[in-house]
T-cell receptor, first 117, second 111 residues
Framework: GAVVSQHPSRVICKSGTSVKIECRSL??????MFWYRQFPKQSLMLMAT?????????EQGVEKDKFLINHASLTLSTLTVTSAHPEDSSFYIC?????????????FGPGTRLTVL | RKEVEQDPGPFNVPEGATVAFNCTYS??????FFWYRQDCRKEPKLLMS???SGNEDGRFTAQLNRASQYISLLIRDSKLSDSATYLC????????????FGRGTSLIVHP
């Protein structure tokens, strides 16, 4: 099946620093990628839709200036958590649908566990 | 009302039992349906797509009822390794076909 990678898998940083997370589709092109956040024992919450060649679409309540998204190519989207604070500690997961049809399967990256001290 | 609703459980069943999960969705424009499995501290992984006619994959059977707007997952002969959270995912036409997740149903299979 299709593979989506994420890097890094785990990061621990000090409060106030910025963290960049990369999401790559390894064997298919993705014009759209999704970024989710998941707190312990909670469901996946969609943060934003990353669109290749245009601005990301953010969900209500997600600060676009804090969570910067760049979809630089058809295989790479990055999420930068700027000036991270302890409340940003979470499991961040990206996903990409394999094609443009509504029935196409969505594949998830392995996730990035962010801990802000 | 949430767009996709699932009973969070947990469902606690013995090995060999049959267990069923339901999921309801509110968007009548929903076009595609999936069940994902998520293990603790891991990413969700596709278990199976759900087709209109219903489909089966080994011990797993998925059904779709468009009239009542729900999907179901049946697991027969439960194994210890089936313990996980099962996520119902729905995609609707329009925009980027953003998938909508249920909060998941936790299954614990015990010896």
């Amino acid at each position: 099946g299709a593979v989506v990678s994420q890097h890094p898998s785990r990061v621990i940083c000090k409060s106030g620093t910025s963290v960049k997370i990369e999401c790559r589709s390894l064997d298919f092109q993705a014009t759209t990628m999704f970024w989710y956040r998941q707190f312990p024992k909670q469901s996946l919450m969609l943060m934003a839709t990353s669109n290749e060649g245009s601005k990301a679409t953010y969900e209500q309540g997600v600060e676009k200036d804090k969570f910067l998204i760049n979809h630089a190519s058809l295989t790479l989207s990055t999420l930068t958590v700027t000036s991270a604070h302890p409340e940003d500690s979470s499991f961040y997961i990206c996903s990409a649908p394999q094609g443009l049809r509504v029935t196409d399967t969505q594949y998830f990256g392995p996730g990035t566990r962010l801990t802000v001290l | 009302r949430k767009e996709v609703e699932q009973d969070p459980g947990p469902f606690n069943v013995p090995e060999g039992a049959t267990v069923a999960f339901n999921c309801t969705y509110s968007n009548s424009a929903s076009q595609s349906f999936f069940w994902y499995r998520q293990d603790c501290r891991k990413e969700p992984k596709l278990l199976m797509s759900v087709y209109s006619s219903g489909n089966e994959d080994g011990r797993f059977t998925a059904q779709l009822n468009r009239a009542s707007q729900y999907i179901s997952l049946l697991i027969r002969d439960s194994k210890l390794s089936d313990s996980a959270t099962y996520l119902c995912v729905v995609r609707a036409r329009g925009g980027s076909y953003i998938p909508t997740f249920g909060r998941g149903t936790s299954l614990i299979v015990h010896p």
